[in-house]
């Protein structure tokens, strides 16, 4: 089994970012960039179903900067076999269409010079910068294929992926025919941790560049960032009985007009 996993570098959501008033922008000088929270999941989920099924091997891919080779060696030493990336150093400037037609060209050019097809295409549901969800889903209309979202658990036969998703109101199970798109959300294990003996052995592989064209101008355009609206200080009750002070509290609640 061919297994892709999809990555972005972001930085680290650990961290808290503030706006830089002058720029208008996160100020992001000096914050660590790391593997977006979500695709680390993904390529967890992938090596786990790698582990099980055997034969198996996952490519990890990612649109970025020179700087994306760290993060895609960490991906090497947690249970990636093989690293490409598409070399933008404006990649955070382009919108989600520009992304997946990159990417949908990309996996043409790996899978054409490697002589076969990726069977799962695996993607986080989200990046932690921009949090739009959309990279996946328009990844799968790119190359066609179907696709299952916000997956937590997954399992394999000879003719079909079998998906666990996560809904607003429980889970779903979900069976279609590969080579299929999955995004994956946080299932109920954490990412492994990169041994030492994993981190050298990584540092000896390569990671190939893919030369592909990459869209400049971008069909949305970003109008304004601005940081969200600090949190007023509640209102505290702190004399009368309970039944004086649950009146107070309704009191207030009528006049701010909660219901």
Known sequence: MEILVCVKQVADDSVEIFMNEKTGKPALEGVEKVVNAFDTYALEMATRLKESKGDTTISVLSLGGEDVTNSLKNCLAVGADEAFYIKDEAYQEKDAVIVAQALDKAIKNIE???????????????????????????????????????????????????????????????????????????????????TIKSKMAARKKEITEISVEVASESAMKEVKLFSPPKRQAGVKIKTGTAEEMVAQAMQKMLEAKVF
């Open 112 to 194: 054409e010079k490697r002589g076969k097809k990726f069977d799962i295409i695996f993607c986080g549901k989200e990046t932690t910068d921009f949090a739009t969800g959309q990279v996946g889903i328009m990844l799968a209309n790119e190359l066609n294929y179907g696709i299952v979202t916000n997956l937590v658990d997954i399992d394999t036969d000879d003719t079909k992926v079998i998906a666990k998703k996560e809904t607003e109101t429980g889970y779903e199970k979900v069976e279609l025919a590969s080579p299929c798109i999955v995004t994956v959300n946080k299932p109920n294990y954490e990412p492994r941790y990169p």
